[in-house]
């Protein structure tokens, strides 16, 4: 069975003048139809680079050191030209943190989807039927086409740039924090939008949230980065029940109450330094667990039971 999105051994870069940033090192994971796949870890942990790649959107001076992202098989790495620009939207496309990124302020928003739909090879008929069609599965009137970016609430503008986003039926949805700067009635409202679309497409979203209840309420897999890797992946349920980690252990108890809780600002010690990240394990001077092993030498992302992943020695048998 070959599964929606395949990443394997993705390895970002920043070529900064002041040193090369390890954003992201060696990240593999998958997602399947209806996956709700959320992303968490603290600021500079290398999750927005993550998502970018996926795309291959990473902007310079970052640039895509090796691997591979398959969405249905399609290597989207390994595509260039017109052909890449085809993938982004019928693939796999993307929502960002501010709608103002994607749409256009001097354009109406109905001529703006519409022109995606006609880069993709729609004629101009059915793609203005379809704009009507892909604002009203989004919650919007179709005469919400006529309209320009600044006439709408930022909940609005961002249902449109959904709506952008999703009018290919792509099969992978990125959101990278797609909801701060909404307010909270708004946020709720939004999410609920992108759950009815994955359950009623089978598109796998792909999330990246500050917000642990969020996480735990809509996800179906969490994945925790630390400086540039993840350090554990799985189901929700396995991840919530017995997180393995110490990072994501810590986590999750300074978390007081997980249904209504936020993942904290920080844990103790500070984030690693990217241009010169830590030797073995990236996690060991924060660690109550280091031993030299971790010092010296990195663990492995490896199984550990059903669905559920984790890098530390802690469950490596030595
Ligand atoms: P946040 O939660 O704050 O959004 P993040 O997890 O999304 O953080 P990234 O934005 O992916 O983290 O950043 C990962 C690392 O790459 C950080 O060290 C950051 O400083 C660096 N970085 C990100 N974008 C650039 C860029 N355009 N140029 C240079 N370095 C960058
Ligand atoms: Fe801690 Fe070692 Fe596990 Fe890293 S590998 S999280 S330092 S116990
Ligand atoms: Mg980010």
């Known amino acids: 069975q070959q599964n929606v999105l395949n990443v394997v051994d993705l390895t970002v870069y920043y070529y900064t003048k002041r040193g090369v940033i390890h954003a992201v090192e060696d990240v593999s994971l998958t997602a399947d139809k209806m996956d709700f796949v959320a992303i968490v870890g603290e600021s500079g942990s290398g999750k927005s680079t993550l998502v970018y790649a996926l795309l291959n959107l990473v902007p ?113 949805l990125v959101a990278d924090e797609p909801t701060t700067a909404l307010d909270v009635i708004v946020q709720k409202q939004i999410m609920d939008l992108i759950d009815r679309i994955r359950l009623s497409t089978g598109m796998s979203i792909i999330l990246i949230t500050h917000d642990i209840a969020l996480a735990v309420e809509r996800a179906t897999k969490i994945v925790v980065m630390y400086a540039g890797k993840i350090v554990e992946y799985g189901s929700k349920q396995s991840i919530i029940e017995e997180p393995l980690h110490p990072y994501t252990q810590a986590l999750l108890a300074s978390v007081p109450d997980i249904e209504s809780g936020k993942w904290p600002k920080s844990i103790p010690g500070t984030p690693p330094d990217l241009r010169n990240p830590p030797t073995g394990c990236r996690f060991h001077p924060r660690c109550p667990y280091s031993s030299d092993l971790c010092r010296i030498k990195q663990p492995d992302l490896v199984g550990y039971g059903k669905n559920h992943y984790v890098s530390c020695w802690l469950y490596i048998r030595k």
Do not use: W
């Open 60 to 172: 310079p001076p970052g640039r895509i050191v090796k691997g591979s992202i398959f969405v249905d098989g399609i290597d989207i790495l390994r595509l260039s030209g017109d052909k890449l620009r085809r993938a982004r939207g019928s693939l796999i496309s993307m929502v960002f943190q501010d709608p103002f990124t994607t749409l256009d302020p001097i354009r109406r928003v109905g001529d703006q989807i519409a022109e995606v739909l006609i880069e993709h090879g729609i004629s101009k008929d059915e793609a203005y039927a379809r704009v009507g069609e892909v604002l009203e599965s989004v919650g919007l009137s179709r005469n919400i086409a006529n309209a320009y970016p600044h006439q709408l609430s930022g909940g609005q503008r961002q249902r449109v740039s959904i709506a952008a986003a999703i009018a290919l039926n792509p099969r992978v």
